[in-house]
């Protein structure tokens, strides 16, 4: 049987292909590395997840459901990483465009976009720091 990690792999690559919907862009940007991010990102989640949760919701041995729900809660948590990725680099093209005004038309837009300003903030570093890895 495939282990999670090349199960993963495989679901993103397809995902990636068929383009369904996914912002792939965060992750070809950095794919001329010649450490696959993709390929990083998926054994950091798959190490730091704690998956021992599914032993206490699934009662029955059934190792095929346990695998099942590890990849597809690695999948959630990839794909709630790249959002962010993604809200924070379009966070930071506003602040770059209106930031600097002095008369606070960011943190206004930020209001009427419901999203709170330290929210915004992290998103924007997180943005950042990746884009300089």
Known sequence: MNSLKEKLE???NELK????GIDMSIIEKNETKEINPLTTKLENISKSLDFSFLDE???EENEEIK???K???ALLFIQDSLTKLKLGEILEDVFIK???????LYLKWLEGSGIN???AL????????????
């Open 57 to 59: 919701i699934c009662l």
């Open 71 to 73: 990849e597809k809660t």
């Open 10 to 12: 495989a679901k993103m």
């Open 17 to 20: 292909k068929n383009n369904s």
């Open 98 to 104: 209106i930031g600097n005004n002095k008369n606070g």
């Open 67 to 69: 695998n099942f729900l």
């Open 122 to 133: 992290r998103y924007r570093n997180r943005d950042i720091s990746y884009s300089l890895n």
């Open 117 to 119: 300003s330290r929210t």
